[in-house]
């Protein structure tokens, strides 16, 4: 009885791995394989706010936020400083929220920086709590933008350094700012 050598037995198991491995791609179902890098911070123990306005002082292109509370002077500063900068800015947020006095004092110091601001004509169902930045890095989680939001709530802040990820938030940003039957101009 003749046994095949070990050798000859490996490279025959190669080749049948490599073309079930290439008949897998061609013919298999597109799987996405993403790189992302993800960062969680947790309120109050991490102070979320202060990771994000980091990520809004190295925007070089856009940073678009679309979130219910926007209150923290960290947030507003970071927001006027990239718009000095040449960043395109701007904001989607909820019109209940303007009977904060805060979160009017907020607002108006934005739009004096000339940073557009959207209201949503629905009071109240503006839930995302999401920045995209520069077609990298988006963000989500609990926070609001607000002093609370970054040193006594329970809070959680994911910041998602992907670039799919990143595209597939501003394209949902851009479809909020363009909705014109369901947000409004913020004068």
């Known amino acids: 009885m003749i046994r095949p050598s070990p050798f000859r037995l490996s490279t025959q198991c190669c080749r049948g791995f490599i073309i079930w491995l290439l008949a897998a791609v061609l013919l298999g179902p597109s799987w996405e394989v993403s790189a992302a890098s993800i960062e ?3 309120g109050p123990e991490d102070k979320p706010l202060e990771h994000l306005v ?3 002082d ?3 292109r856009y940073i678009f936020v679309a979130v219910y509370g926007l209150t923290s002077p960290l947030t507003v500063k970071a927001l006027v400083e990239a718009k000095r900068r040449g960043v395109d800015v ?3 947020t909820d019109r209940e929220r303007l009977e904060d006095v805060k979160q009017q004092t907020a607002l108006s110091t934005l739009r004096e920086a000339g940073i557009p601001i959207k209201i949503n004509r629905h009071d109240g169902l503006m839930h995302l709590k999401q920045a995209v930045i520069d077609d990298e890095i988006n963000t989500n989680g ?3 933008q607000t002093t609370s939001g970054n040193r006594y709530n329970d809070e959680r802040l994911d910041i998602i350094r992907d670039h799919a990820i990143a595209v597939k ?3 949902k940003f851009l479809s909020l700012w363009k909705d014109q039957e369901r947000f409004q101009e913020w004068k």
Do not use: D, H, K, P
Request: net charge positive; no cysteine.
């Open 40 to 42: 969680v911070w947790y």
């Open 58 to 60: 190295r925007a070089t």
């Open 90 to 92: 701007r904001i989607v």
């Open 169 to 171: 938030a501003r394209e």
């Open 54 to 56: 980091r990520m809004y």
């Open 142 to 144: 609990s926070m609001n």
